[in-house]
């Protein structure tokens, strides 16, 4: 089994950069595809990037293309999601999740492993 946690959250400001990190345990990962998914409050969890397996096929949700950039370490078991020039409707809580599928989905059902979620907010 995959246990999954995040860190890099917090407070910034528009403009600024966070860098968050996925770290995996439990089994290693490099066989999955991964995910990044928020919730804002009041609102349904979205996807906004996945990466495949290898890390060669990415996905970045239209919000988000241009300014976030998920990536991988499968020696370390980690993912990230380098989040730059962020705005005050970014702010929610990230889950990081793992999927069998090694191609990856944008479907948040097709994930079977999910982070307790760090909370960016972002103050304008």
């Known amino acids: 089994q995959v246990q999954l946690v995040e860190s890099g959250g917090g407070l910034v400001q528009a403009g600024d950069s966070l860098r968050l990190t996925c770290a995996a345990s439990?089994?290693?990962?490099?066989?999955?595809?991964m995910g990044w998914f928020r919730q804002a409050p009041g609102k349904e969890r979205e996807v906004v990037a996945v990466?495949?397996?290898?890390?060669?096929?990415?996905y970045h949700a239209d919000s988000v293309r241009g300014r976030f950039t998920i990536s991988r370490d499968n020696a370390k078991n980690t993912l990230y999601l380098q989040m730059n020039n962020l705005k005050p409707e970014d702010t929610a809580v990230y889950y990081c999740?793992?999927?069998?599928?090694?191609?990856?989905?944008?479907?948040?059902?097709?994930?079977?492993?999910w982070g307790q979620g760090t909370q960016v907010t972002v103050s304008s």
């Open positions: 999740a793992a999927s069998f599928n090694p191609k990856g989905s944008l479907d948040k059902s097709a994930f079977g492993a």
């Open positions: 990466i495949n397996f290898t890390g060669g096929s990415k």
């Open positions: 439990g089994r290693p990962v490099s066989s999955y595809s």
